[in-house]
């Protein structure tokens, strides 16, 4: 098994950059068009080679966001690009076989962790909802439960999963 956070990793490398994470995910300002469809392309490479890398090793992956994060939330990602065209690349994406969403009302969320206005929590719930609700394997896991229920559920999620891909390869 491998955890990964969704940040491009390839430009950061070269630049001599460390993998942080942002704790003011508004504070920065957008970037251009063009930078910004460079670094989406950059993430589809990425995420094309995990995929096949992680496959291949028979690892299960675990990413705590993913890119269709930046459709929710593209000012997170200073995203300065149409946001069709992240909607294509999006669709370019290897997919994920289970989506999770750790689930809670938006006072909850913004009580945990105040990154952004308790209008832009509501705002992204919504939005967050809404995007699980169409994916084909979905989980919403009830995140206000005590953290053993919120892991069991996701664990017996993960597990579930799994076992129908494997059901499914043979």
């Known amino acids: 098994m ?4 969704l940040k491009p990793r390839m430009v950061a490398r070269l ?15 957008q970037r251009g068009a063009v930078l910004s469809l460079v670094k989406i392309v950059v993430w589809l490479a990425e995420e094309w080679c995990a995929i096949v890398s992680q496959e291949k090793n ?13 459709l929710v939330d593209p000012i997170r990602y200073r995203f300065g ?10 669709k370019l994406m290897p997919q994920p076989r ?3 969403l750790l689930d809670a009302p938006a006072e909850v969320l913004q009580a945990r962790k105040k990154e952004v206005t308790p209008e ?9 909802r809404a995007f699980i609700r169409q994916q084909r394997n979905h ?7 005590p953290l053993d229920k919120v892991i069991a559920d996701a664990e017996c999620a993960i597990t ?11």
């Open 15 to 29: 630049r001599g950059q460390p993998i942080t994470i942002v704790v003011d995910p508004h504070g920065k300002p």
């Open 139 to 145: 989980v919403i896991v009830d995140a206000t439960q």
């Open 2 to 5: 491998k955890m990964r956070h």
């Open 160 to 170: 579930r999963a799994m076992v129908e891909h494997e059901g499914n390869r043979g």
């Open 120 to 128: 832009e929590t509501a705002r992204q719930c919504e939005k967050y």
């Open 81 to 90: 690009a149409p946001l069709w065209t992240a909607r294509l690349i999006g």
């Open 58 to 70: 028979g690892t299960l992956l675990i990413c705590d966001r993913y890119y269709h994060d930046l």
């Open 98 to 100: 289970l989506w999770i």
